[in-house]
């Protein structure tokens, strides 16, 4: 059982609260830009308080009570009871991302389908072109029930992969990133965000941190040099993605023979930039 910590305004860390308004910032923008006002935010946010709390904050095996779970939360105890009764929301992955995902996972961790430098390798589109080197043998290693043709007319679409003139599916380098389709973009922005989140609050919670979350951080940098730098990041980073997912690939496999619960893990990264805010001016004039 976790510690119920009540806490006013002016109990709260303000460097905490200063990080709070820094994430939050990130999201109403995002918000804001999707036509998301705040009733809808001020709504999901009521239904969160009141998952996490009668999930993450029990008392052991006794069953949680309405007047608790808004003891614990602040949120109206009318609402908690109505919250409480609806249904859980819907958290599936669209089927274009759980079947593409697993796609370009078994793309990228097949030795035989990526180059010498484990990028993917452009395939052949049908079996009878290039056999089980071929985008047809890939999709049906994965899924029986689902043709390879109606799998590329999707990529194409969504812009993850592309056909060049020898009839060959070669897949986008940033791996499975649609540049279109906002249903498949949102899944990838909350699955990430979320694991990303959580992460950082494990590592808050004890003394010692439980996951890799780590960044490298600049200041006074010219437009040119972040430039090189986000060139560094892309080509690393996908490298260091390329790795961990053949790995994966490899452990999951073995994984099937073992006993004991089955876990699942994200490993992301993430390079971002912008214009330096100027400093403020002192209002004083500066002698030659």
């Given at each position: 059982m976790r510690p119920i910590m009540r806490k006013t305004p002016s109990d709260v860390s303000p460097v905490m609260l200063a990080a709070l308004r820094r994430v939050l910032g990130s999201l109403v923008r995002i918000l804001l830009g999707y036509g998301i006002r705040y009733p809808v935010l001020l709504e999901l946010l009521k239904s969160e308080f009141v998952r996490a709390a009668d999930l993450d904050f029990s008392l052991g095996h006794r069953a949680q009570s309405d007047s608790r779970i808004s003891l614990l939360t602040g949120v109206h105890r009318k609402d908690v009871r109505r919250l409480r009764a609806q249904p859980p929301g819907e958290d599936e992955a669209p089927a274009s991302v759980s079947l593409g995902g697993s796609i370009v996972a078994k793309w990228l961790a097949t030795r035989q389908c990526v180059d010498s430098r484990g990028r993917p390798a452009p395939l052949p589109r049908l079996r009878r072109q290039g056999g089980e080197r071929s985008f047809e043998a890939l999709v049906e290693s994965v899924s029986k029930d689902m043709r390879s043709r109606v799998?590329?007319?999707?990529?194409?679409?969504?812009?993850?992969?592309?056909?060049?003139?020898?009839d060959r599916v070669c897949l986008n380098v940033s791996a499975f990133v649609p540049k279109k389709g906002l249903d498949e973009k949102a899944h990838h922005f909350g699955r990430n965000a979320a694991d990303h989140l959580s992460a950082i609050a494990a590592n808050l919670a004890g003394p010692e941190p439980r996951?890799?979350?780590?960044?490298?951080?600049?200041?006074?940098?010219?437009?040119?040099?972040?430039?090189?730098l986000a060139q560094l990041a892309e080509r690393d980073g996908m490298k260091a993605l390329h790795s961990i997912n053949r790995r994966a690939a490899e452990l999951k496999a073995a994984s099937g023979r073992t006993q004991g619960p089955l876990h699942r893990m994200n490993f992301g990264i993430y390079f971002y930039s912008e214009p330096e805010a100027e400093p403020p001016s002192t209002g004083r004039t500066r002698r030659a």
């Open positions: 799998v590329l007319d999707e990529w194409l679409r969504l812009g993850v992969a592309r056909i060049d003139d020898a996951f890799v979350e780590r960044s490298v951080h600049y200041t006074r940098l010219s437009a040119a040099a972040v430039g090189k």
